[in-house]
Nanobody, 120 residues
Framework: QVQLMESGGGSVQAGGSLRLSCVGSGNIYCMGWVRQAPGKEREGVAVIDRDGRATYTDSSEGRFIISRDNTKNTLYLQMNSLKPEDTAMYYC?????????????????WGRGTQVIVSS
């Protein structure tokens, strides 16, 4: 059984930074972040394989950095240059297969989310 728990969300002004963390348990290969803003569909942010290969979406490329510490089964998301449109619930998600076999919406395991609010 895989369990995920996020932390690190909060409120920040535009241009600021936040670092999200997600501690996982179980045998995990692909880990990633997915966000959902009020009234909008889920949107992929970034995924990373156990070997460190990362893939970003247009929304995060160049501003966010995804990383993981396999010894601690912990996933991170460093978010810089935050914009009001980054306001959303951020979910940690994971799977027992490599990232090349899944898409953001099909990741098998999900945390409860951590809220990020960016004010202008």
């Amino acid at each position: 059984q895989v369990q995920l728990m996020e932390s690190g969300g909060g409120s920040v002004q535009a241009g600021g930074s936040l670092r999200l963390s997600c501690v996982g348990s179980g045998n995990i290969y692909c880990m990633g972040w997915v966000r959902q803003a009020p009234g909008k569909e889920r949107e992929g942010v970034a995924v990373i394989d156990r070997d460190g290969r990362a893939t970003y979406t247009d929304s995060s490329e160049g501003r966010f950095i995804i990383s993981r510490d396999n010894t601690k089964n912990t996933l991170y998301l460093q978010m810089n240059s935050l914009k009001p449109e980054d306001t959303a619930m951020y979910y940690c998600a994971a799977d027992r297969v490599g990232c090349q076999f899944v898409y953001y919406d099909t990741l098998s395991y999900w945390g409860r989310g951590t809220q990020v609010i960016v004010s202008s």
